[in-house]
């Protein structure tokens, strides 16, 4: 079966280092997102991409960024962690029918930034 | 798109309906209405959406009224298993989905 997989489920780095994480779909969407969720803010959109060599910067971008080179995978980076980016991960990606869409969240990564 | 409200919490009894009202009064026509749901640390999954029509399918069932102003989304034998947030999202075709709080149910045996 088709599905979206995220990597590793659960990291601890230290402040300053850049830090990747992995989501790769097999379903063949165009559409992928990256999502962080804490308490008290919900799910806030970090960074999105439409196709290969598309990212678009969401409601929260600053110190992470997006690269795809192929459509199965959007890696998120922190360029250089900070205890602010402590938080879930949750990559989606969108499939669509008839001009609408839904989303699938794959299973999170929980991020601790010491 | 159109903001949505939401009851904070509901509980429902053990294969009971459960019924989450979602208030989005401001809905424009081509704005669809989406059900999402989150079980506790898992990713947000897709329940549900609509345009105009009550829409059913295995999981729930969406009435929207005829001013398309609230929405209901029905599951109609709740389990235990069906304790989550729940989140109502208005959006256009194209645009991005933005979550709320949502509401929380909490199935009781």
């Known amino acids: 079966d088709a599905e979206i997989t995220q990597s590793p489920r659960h990291k601890i780095t230290e402040t300053g280092r850049q830090v990747t994480l992995a989501c790769h779909q097999t379903?063949?969407?165009?559409?992928m997102f990256w999502y962080r969720q804490d308490l008290g803010h919900g799910l806030r959109l970090i960074h999105y991409?439409?196709?290969?060599?598309?990212?678009n910067k969401g409601e929260v971008s600053d110190g992470y960024s997006v690269s795809r080179s192929n459509t199965e995978d959007l890696p998120l980076t922190l360029e250089s962690a900070a205890s602010s980016q402590t938080s879930v991960y949750f990559c989606?990606?969108?499939?669509?029918?008839?001009?609408?869409?839904?989303?699938?969240f794959g299973p999170g990564t929980r991020l601790t930034v010491t | 798109d159109a903001k949505t409200t939401q009851p904070t919490s509901m509980d429902c009894a053990e294969g009971r309906a459960a019924n989450l009202p979602c208030n989005h009064s401001?809905?424009?026509?081509?704005?669809?209405v989406y059900w999402y749901r989150q079980i506790h640390s898992q990713g947000p999954q897709y329940i549900i959406h609509?345009?105009?029509n009550n829409e059913t399918n295995e999981m729930a069932s969406l009435i929207i009224t005829e001013d398309r102003k609230s929405s209901t989304l029905i599951l109609p034998h709740a389990t235990l298993r069906d304790t989550a947030v729940y989140y109502c999202?208005?959006?256009?075709?194209?645009?991005?989905?933005?979550f709320g709080a949502g509401t929380i149910l909490r199935v009781k045996s």
């Open positions: 609509g345009l105009k």
């Open positions: 999202i208005v959006k256009e075709y194209g645009n991005k989905l933005v």
């Open positions: 401001t809905i424009s026509g081509n704005e669809y």
């Open positions: 379903w063949n969407h165009n559409n």
């Open positions: 989606a990606s969108e499939a669509g029918t008839g001009g609408t869409y839904e989303q699938y």
């Open positions: 991409s439409y196709g290969v060599h598309d990212t």
